[in-house]
């Protein structure tokens, strides 16, 4: 579990520097915008398209990171089922317990 516990953690840190990267293309886009007047046109379409690009980097590699641990996860479940059915049962509990306690 330790180690599902890292490369959850990695890809929480992954999704929050996609989150940093999209932040900062949004304000790209934003300057784009407010400079469209003065900027050419042929300048604005290769900005476009290099931000379009970044997206797709950030995509394709959050993909594959998630793709990694989903069959981390997998392997983890199929090596100890035990492990996995004792810690499904017990997220099911306190999930009940909590769903159970708002009414």
């Known amino acids: 579990m330790a180690k599902e516990d890292r490369e959850m953690r990695r890809l929480q840190a992954s999704v929050r520097s996609l989150q940093g990267a999209?932040?900062?293309i949004a304000?790209?886009?934003?300057s784009i915008g407010a400079t469209g007047k003065t900027v050419g046109l042929d300048q604005a379409k290769a900005k476009i398209d290099e931000i379009r690009e970044q997206i797709g980097d950030l995509v394709t590699g959050q993909i594959e990171r998630a793709e990694e641990v989903g069959e981390s996860v997998r392997r983890s479940v199929v090596e100890n089922p035990f492990t996995a059915m004792s810690a499904a049962f017990v997220a099911g509990?306190?999930?009940a317990v909590l769903l159970g306690a708002r009414r």
């Open 22 to 24: 999209l932040a900062t």
């Open 27 to 30: 304000g790209e886009i934003e």
């Open 93 to 95: 509990l306190a999930a």
